[in-house]
């Protein structure tokens, strides 16, 4: 100790015990004001009348199997702006931190930092008056080992007594398909990545197989998240179906997925069930663009390609000569379109819903850059959590029902009429909605698989 002050370098392992976490590695900056905790599965709660919040921890980095189930007293929720600029709401709790003989309470957000590399961010608000920083030095307090480490956290330690699940997508790196494979790893199965470029399959009606990269046949998977881009739909469909041949369960089938990308069938499907969607038109013929504009109200209107996605080949069009430009231009490149009526009083927002196995886990509030009237996250558009109402909820769940998925973003919009259902997407990004809510959502899928299964986790 230095002036009464401890030395710390930019790395280091502490200790909090009230919340039992023997020791964590940390990033010691002094240019960050607040602390901050990985943390997943975050929940508030009463206790004795006061305001606690339970979550869970992954305390070691690039180890999904060791997991601890904490609790703290709430101290706040805050707005909370990352590193990379995006803005959130965390949780703030206040506890204990343990160095050696000595303690001292400090305050700590509570994120997921799956994608960062350290379980925690020590700030200088838990430093103050207290430490002194060495940048050039890291572990000044001691260092944990990989066998120490197992020793400490033995009793957290997961069995690999699992299902095997492969993922399949096209990119591994994407945060969706990567916080999938974590999700199913901390929960103790086994997880595999299976690029859809890479599968090839053998149609027989006696052995049929699904082939990848060399020759190896994939066979005894118990279960496949199809995780398929609009561009590969057609192919991506037909390895599920392959799968779903050999007696595989998909999350979502097939079928499903197959009539959830054709926007009009979806549409015509949904209004079956007596889902509202905001007046749309469907044409073949430049003939009908007049009628068809006057169909849907009038300018301004939105014209959207049917294979468009995240907001892509969707165009608004402010005037009648503008509409007809556009339409007409969309179908000299031979191109299915949809003309809808444009929602003014939404302002540019809308709601997703993430319905999983007949449930609305998580909602957020989309709202789209100025001057845009998409709110698609790609695009730039902004996500913060939102409670949706009841019509909202029986809405979404009701959409996801009609399109036979199990898992679904169900996207809303809030009109004058009521709300109104725009789209269900049958491999919806979770980057925006986790971030913004907290919520393991990921988590969420794998359990919808176990549930399958009829396996009993925690």
Same mark, same amino acid.
């Given at each position: ?24 590695? &940390? ?19 009463? +206790? =004795? ?40 709401? /965390? ?14 309470? *400090? ?30 030095? *890291? ?24 299902? $095997?699940?492969?993922?399949? &997508?096209?990119? %591994? ?39 990848? $990269? ?7 998977? =118990?279960?496949?998240? %199809?995780?398929? /881009? ?7 469909? &037909?390895?599920? $179906? ?35 969607? %905001?007046?749309?038109?469907? &044409? ?13 109200? @009038? ?11 995240? @907001? ?23 191109? #299915? ?11 540019? +927002? ?5 319905? *999983? =196995? @007949? ?20 695009? @730039? ?12 909820? $029986? ?18 919009? /809030?009109?004058? +009429?009521? %709300? ?33 299964? +009829?396996? #009993?986790?925690?």
């Amino acid at each position: 100790m230095s002036q009464n002050k401890f030395i710390f370098g930019s790395e280091e392992w502490f200790s909090f015990p009230d919340l039992g976490i023997p020791t964590i590695k &940390a990033r010691v900056d002094s240019g960050a004001k607040t602390s901050a905790l990985h943390a997943i599965n975050i929940t508030p709660f009463l +206790k =004795d009348g006061a305001n606690w919040v339970k979550f869970d921890i992954n305390p070691i980095q690039n180890n999904l199997k060791t997991v601890l189930h904490c609790e703290a007293p709430l101290v706040d929720k805050r707005i909370v702006k990352s590193s990379s600029g995006f803005r959130e709401q /965390r949780y703030v709790i206040q506890t204990t931190l343990d160095i050696g003989t000595d303690s001292w309470p *400090i305050e700590m957000t509570l994120t997921n930092r799956d994608s960062m590399g350290f379980r925690m961010l020590l700030g200088r608000e838990a430093m103050s008056g207290r430490v002194l920083v060495d940048p050039e030095q *890291i572990y000044m307090l001691g260092q944990s080992t990989t066998d120490n480490l197992k020793e400490i956290y033995k009793d957290a330690e997961k069995a690999d007594s699992g299902l $095997r699940i492969g993922v399949l &997508a096209s990119n %591994p790196e994407l945060y969706s398909n990567k916080r999938i494979m974590e999700a199913g790893e901390m929960r103790g199965h086994e997880m595999h990545f299976l690029s859809i470029k890479e599968c090839y399959m053998k149609l027989d009606a006696t052995k049929p197989q699904i082939h990848y $990269r060399g020759g190896k046949i994939l066979n005894e998977f =118990d279960a496949i998240i %199809p995780r398929i /881009r609009p561009s590969i739909t057609f192919y991506g469909c &037909a390895l599920t $179906r392959q799968f779903e041949a050999l007696k595989v369960y998909c999350l979502n089938s097939s079928t499903a997925i197959t009539q959830s990308r054709d926007k009009l069938f979806s549409l015509q499907l949904l209004l079956n069930h007596g889902i509202e969607i %905001p007046t749309t038109g469907f &044409a073949n013929s430049p003939l009908d663009t007049d009628d068809l504009i006057k169909m849907v109200g @009038g300018p301004p209107l939105i014209v959207k390609l049917l294979e468009g996605t995240q @907001g892509k080949g969707v165009v608004i069009a402010e005037t009648k000569k503008a509409a007809e430009s556009v339409i007409n231009a969309f179908k000299s490149l031979n191109a #299915n379109i949809l003309v809808q009526e444009f929602i003014k009083e939404a302002n540019g +927002k809308d709601i997703r819903c993430f319905v *999983i =196995d @007949g449930k609305v886990v998580a909602a957020i509030q989309r709202e789209a850059l100025p001057g845009e009237f998409r709110a698609n996250i790609h695009l @730039g558009g902004t996500a913060s959590i939102i409670k949706p109402t009841a019509e909202e909820k $029986r809405i979404a769940i009701k959409a996801a029902k009609a399109m036979d998925l199990k898992v679904a973003g169900v996207d809303i919009i /809030r009109s004058s +009429k009521g %709300p109104l259902l725009l789209e269900v997407n049958s491999s919806p990004g979770l980057e925006g909605i986790e971030n913004a809510t907290n919520k393991d959502i990921a988590g969420e899928m794998i359990k919808a698989i176990e549930k399958n299964f +009829k396996l #009993n986790k925690n």
